[in-house]
């Protein structure tokens, strides 16, 4: 007897076993219709595409016909200095998605940027750190994508930058200068704790790819803890993201491990609040992930050797004192302290320290101390709200001010913000705020 089973091979050898058809099943199918797909390895990949925030991109926002999120079908756009990049249907759909995909294919994919027929991927999918993911937690991210995702038949618009940007195979050479493709290599003089936050920083939390400088070509600046560079503030779409070393003034140096993981967890810690694009990595992410391993995060940021650049904090009184006597006399020398009374203080308090689980505490915040103002200036500007977490406190907003003040008056109040308070940071200028809005008319 002959039959004809269309579908996945894995269904067909199932298929032809119900049926008493003779057919060979190579191995790999046989596992993934067992072990492969197992509930709790699905579950297990579940929560890994948490940890790397797979849906952050892959999902985009909803549009007023469909109120719902079409979960990982794509279509989102990840700004990028050479254009929009769109991301994909990475749902199992056969035709719209990835449902052909191998295990080999998914892997060389995640790890290589390169998708089958050899379509090299743009370094807006974060390759470079995903080659760092062992090879079990990528079965269970394989097992999660294929059996625990429904599929969506939806094309993701075509990505069209500009040329050269446009010719992808000449990311053949990107990738052979600045992908280095290394798995992660477990570093013996660290107990298990450091080496569980390494792997999930370093592979699939990506922290580097927003955290860590660029080069000239887009490239970031070290994958690992071994370059001194790593995880010491960049800039992507407009947004400044702070040092995560034990840095004092503009780092984590002084927050505690508790601190930091309860930041990730609920967006806030510390006094501080997540902001910017730090929101969504909270949201979709880091908020989902074990408390274990968020300290095991936390800890591992924070053994990390203070590195890069930015402002300091002195708590000492006398500098604390000198900006509270100004306000309370009307003395509005300091230019920005009148306009940080009127327009800012009712929610940051006079005295920077803000309200907990509210407002953001601004008086030594890493944030506030950062080298480059960028978030600041573009929070002041656009406004924001804090991330909505299933632990945390209720989101509350900050304000937009990009019609209420004018770029002179934003240089000052956010000038006052980083030198009051026993803050010591650069001024930001004029210049910084008219570059900001400029920027962000034309993204
Ligand atoms: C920071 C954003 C970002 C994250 C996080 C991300 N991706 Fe992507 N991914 C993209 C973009 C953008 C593309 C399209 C790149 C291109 O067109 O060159 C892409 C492409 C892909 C492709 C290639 C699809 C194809 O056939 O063209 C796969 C597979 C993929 N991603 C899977 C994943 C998985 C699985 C995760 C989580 C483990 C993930 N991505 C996380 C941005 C991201
Ligand atoms: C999409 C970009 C992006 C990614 C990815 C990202 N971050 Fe952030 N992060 C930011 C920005 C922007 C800020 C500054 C705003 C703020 O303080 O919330 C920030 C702030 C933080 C802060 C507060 C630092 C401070 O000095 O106040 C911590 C802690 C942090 N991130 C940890 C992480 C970790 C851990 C990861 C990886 C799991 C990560 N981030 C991934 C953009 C990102
Ligand atoms: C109505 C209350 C409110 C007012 C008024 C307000 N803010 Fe905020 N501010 C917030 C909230 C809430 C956040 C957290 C925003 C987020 O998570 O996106 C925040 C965040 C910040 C941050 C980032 C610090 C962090 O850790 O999140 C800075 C800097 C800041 N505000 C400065 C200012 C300045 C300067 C003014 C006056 C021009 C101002 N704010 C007015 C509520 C307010």
Redesign the pocket.
């Known amino acids: 007897m002959i039959v004809m089973v269309h579908g996945p091979s894995a269904l067909r050898c199932l298929l032809a076993l119900v049926m008493g058809v003779t057919m060979t099943c190579p191995l790999r199918d046989a596992l993934a219709v067992t072990s492969d797909a197992s509930p709790e390895l699905i579950k297990r990949g579940a929560y890994l595409a948490k940890a790397a925030d797979c849906a952050g991109c892959h999902t985009a926002l909803p549009k007023d016909r469909d109120p719902l999120p079409k979960s990982l079908a794509g279509g989102q756009a990840v700004n990028s200095p050479f254009g929009t990049i769109w991301s994909t249907n990475i749902t199992p759909d056969p035709q719209h998605g990835i449902g052909k995909y191998t295990y080999q294919d998914f892997a060389r994919a995640l790890r290589e940027g390169v998708a089958p027929g050899g379509k090299r991927l743009y370094p807006a999918m974060p390759y470079p750190s995903f080659s760092k993911i062992a090879d079990d937690d990528m079965r269970a991210l394989y097992a999660y994508f294929m059996h625990g995702v429904r599929p969506v038949a939806e094309s993701a618009p075509e990505t069209r930058l500009p040329f050269p940007f446009n010719q992808r195979w000449g990311l053949y050479f990107w990738d052979l200068a600045f992908a280095p493709g290394k798995p992660f290599s477990a570093d013996a003089q660290h107990d298990a704790q450091w080496n569980r936050g390494a792997y999930l920083v370093q592979s699939l939390g990506h922290c580097g790819a927003c955290h860590t400088p660029r080069g000239p070509a887009f490239n970031e600046l070290g994958y690992t803890d071994e370059s001194s560079r790593y995880l010491t503030g960049g800039t992507n779409d407009h947004w400044y993201a702070p040092i995560l070393r034990s840095t004092a003034g503009a780092g984590l140096g002084r927050l505690s491990a508790q601190d930091v993981a309860a930041f990730l967890k609920t967006?806030h810690g510390g006094g501080?609040?997540?902001?910017?694009s730090m929101?969504q990595v909270v949201e979709d992410s880091t908020q989902y992930l074990s408390e274990a391993d968020l300290l095991a995060i936390a800890s591992y940021l924070k053994s990390l050797p203070a590195s890069g650049r930015g402002g300091t904090f002195h708590a000492d009184a006398q500098a604390a004192r000198q900006a509270m006597t100004s306000l309370r006399t009307g003395d509005v020398e300091r230019p920005g302290a009148g306009?940080?009374e009127s327009?800012?203080a009712?929610?940051?308090r006079s005295d920077g320290a803000g309200v907990a689980q509210?407002?953001?505490r601004?008086a030594g915040?890493p944030?506030?101390l950062a080298e480059k103002p960028d978030s600041?200036v573009r929070?002041?500007l656009e406004g924001?709200?804090?991330?909505s977490t299933s632990y945390g406190p209720l989101p509350?907003?900050?304000?937009a001010?990009g019609s209420r003040?004018t770029d002179t008056e934003v240089a000052r109040?956010?000038t006052y913000?980083r030198t009051a308070w026993g803050n010591d940071a650069l001024p930001v200028t004029t210049r910084d705020v008219q570059n900001m809005r400029k920027q962000l008319a034309s993204p």
């Open positions: 967006g501080f609040v997540a902001f910017g929101v306009l940080y327009a800012c009712r929610c940051h509210k407002y953001p601004l915040n944030a506030v600041l929070l002041v924001g709200h804090a991330p509350k907003e900050m304000p001010f003040l109040v956010l913000v």
